[in-house]
């Protein structure tokens, strides 16, 4: 018969006990407790825009257009016997941005509403109950990243277009002008983004949201192109003078009426409809369920 083996000794329980987490019924989690702040919704949101693989194509898709179209118009015009008779030569950047502006639309409705159709967002707010202070991260993270991303691509294709026209005889770029052709116009693009943003978070559709915001900038200038009936003149003037496109051309003098905004506001007229949008979507936010 073989001799029975005395027993293993057992290790020690660990001192679950010295760690500073809340104790359930006599276990104590190693998971030290902290109450959460913005600053940490943040970072989450900063870690998940700056990993997505589509924000970094939408954006250089973005600096492409915005850079491309900007120099080839530039350098079109350079070659040409044109005399630009002291026209701003930075307003050669606006054909680049317009059609970048797709980019940054697309990339803020996708911030938000690709969450809710991948159901990341259940997850987000389980981390995150505070509804307001996700949307809030969320909106603060893009705004920055799109106004950054604007301004650097803004400012540099306005000092190639400075340089290649001023053989052409475009003028020397006043300092507001270069203000609002620089810092003026990337704070408009980018609180275009942000409204995109905060449209997603309404509709909680990507195609949808999008469809919305390329209707918002589009439409009311193809209408007005259309209306021809002298009734609806008045009309047809508001759509021209308020369209997304002829805001976007008052930042470098270059409106499409003598009427309507001028000047920075446009700014102001975007920082408004964002505001009212914001609050309205923290509302709805509140009633509906994730």
């Known amino acids: ?157 306005a000092f190639v277009d400075a340089s290649l026209l001023e053989a052409n005889g475009a003028k020397d770029p006043s300092a507001s002008e270069w203000l609002k052709g620089t810092v003026g116009v990337s704070l408009y693009v980018a609180l275009l983004g942000l409204l995109s943003l905060i449209i997603g978070s309404i509709i909680r559709h990507s195609a949808g949201a999008i469809t919305v915001m390329i209707g918002a900038v589009l439409a009311p200038l193809v209408i007005a192109l259309f209306m021809f009936s002298q009734s609806l003149e008045d009309v047809r003037q508001k759509l021209f003078e308020y369209s997304i496109p002829n805001q976007l051309s008052v930042f470098y003098s270059n409106s499409l009426t003598e009427s309507g905004p001028s000047g920075w506001d446009p700014l102001w007229i975007i920082v408004g409809v964002t505001a009212v949008a914001f609050a309205g979507a923290v509302a709805l936010l509140e009633q509906r369920d994730v």
């Not at 179209?69 to 701003?88: C, D, K, T």
């Not at 967002?121 to 909106?139: E, F, H, W």
């Open 1 to 157: 018969m073989s001799t029975p083996q005395p027993p293993m000794p057992q290790a020690a329980a660990p001192n679950w006990q010295a760690a500073a987490g809340p104790s359930y019924g006599g276990y104590t989690s190693p998971i030290p407790v902290v109450r959460t702040h913005l600053g940490h919704a943040l970072a989450s949101e900063w870690t998940k825009i700056k990993s997505v693989r589509s924000t970094i194509w939408t954006l250089g898709v973005f600096l492409i257009l915005v850079v491309g179209i900007g120099a080839l118009a530039a350098v079109v015009v350079s070659n040409s016997s044109s005399e630009l008779h002291g026209e701003n030569p930075l307003s050669f950047g606006f054909f680049g941005l317009l059609l970048g502006c797709m980019c940054i639309i697309t990339l803020g409705v996708l911030t938000t509403a690709s969450e809710y159709g991948t159901g990341m967002i259940r997850t987000t707010m389980t981390a995150c109950p505070s509804r307001g202070r996700v949307l809030a991260a969320k909106s603060i993270v893009f705004f920055s990243v799109a106004f950054v991303v604007t301004l650097v691509a803004s400012t540099f294709i």
